[in-house]
T-cell receptor, first 111, second 114 residues
Framework: GQNIDQPTEMTATEGAIVQINCTYQ??????LFWYQQHAGEAPTFLSY????GLEEKGRFSSFLSRSKGYSYLLLKELQMKDSASYLC????????????FGTGTRLQVTL | GAVVSQHPSRVICKSGTSVKIECRSL??????MFWYRQFPKQSLMLMAT?????????EQGVEKDKFLINHASLTLSTLTVTSAHPEDSSFYIC??????????FGPGTRLTVT
């Protein structure tokens, strides 16, 4: 199968840093996406990783290790509006660019 | 850039009727669009892949005669839910893929069948 695993829920404090992990099956890997989804809304694109390493975009960074089948999304200086679900999605070769989604991680930011 | 729109955003229909949902890429051409369904507190489930000018490819378990997909141009795909039933009530989301393989999602359509 192509199981993509993420923690179901996480809680963090406003102003803190939180890391959301994602593991996936490495065979046929062709790229990994992170999306943010607020309740009742469609996902919004955060990042796309194809090569190993860390990519930083403002308060959000995404890391990929292809050999380990591992990625994380790092959120710094957490704000209340960051409370949302964070979806890890992988493209596998031979799937016509279909995204395979993890179950998503619901992040709750508290005061 | 990379804006995808969906219309309508919400629709309520009676059981047995059909509903059409439009998905448009506003500022880029999308040779491929995807249709997803999402039930509360669950992740997105891919229903079908829509390629411009050809028949859609449906995922296993999705009835192609019930969920009609048309991708008539590089910026428009439509999903028609035919003979809708209450169990079809869900959040339907489309996405459009650009030439860099990045997928951008529409705002979603909440369908309620009464």
């Amino acid at each position: 199968g192509q199981n993509i695993d993420q923690p179901t829920e996480m809680t963090a404090t406003e102003g803190a840093i939180v890391q959301i992990n994602c593991t996936y099956q490495t065979s046929g890997f062709n790229g990994l996406f992170w999306y943010q989804q607020h309740a009742g809304e469609a996902p919004t694109f955060l990042s796309y990783n194809v090569l190993d390493g860390l990519e930083e975009k403002g308060r959000f960074s995404s890391f990929l290790s292809r050999s380990k089948g591992y990625s994380y999304l790092l959120l710094k200086e957490l704000q209340m509006k960051d409370s949302a679900s964070y979806l890890c999605a992988v493209i596998y070769t031979g799937t016509a660019s279909k995204l395979t989604f993890g179950t998503g991680t619901r992040l709750q930011v508290t005061l | 850039g990379a804006v995808v729109s969906q219309h309508p955003s919400r629709v309520i229909c009676k059981s047995g009727t059909s509903v059409k949902i439009e998905c448009r890429s506003l500022d880029f051409q999308a040779t491929t669009m995807f249709w997803y369904r999402q039930f509360p507190k669950q992740s997105l489930m891919l229903m079908a892949t829509s390629n411009e000018g050809s028949k859609a490819t449906y995922e296993q378990g999705v009835e192609k005669d019930k969920f009609l997909i048309n991708h008539a141009s590089l910026t428009l795909s439509t999903l028609t839910v035919t003979s809708a039933h209450p169990e079809d009530s869900s959040f339907y989301i489309c996405s459009a893929r650009n030439y860099n393989y990045e997928q951008y999602f529409g705002p979603g359509t909440r369908l309620t069948v009464t």
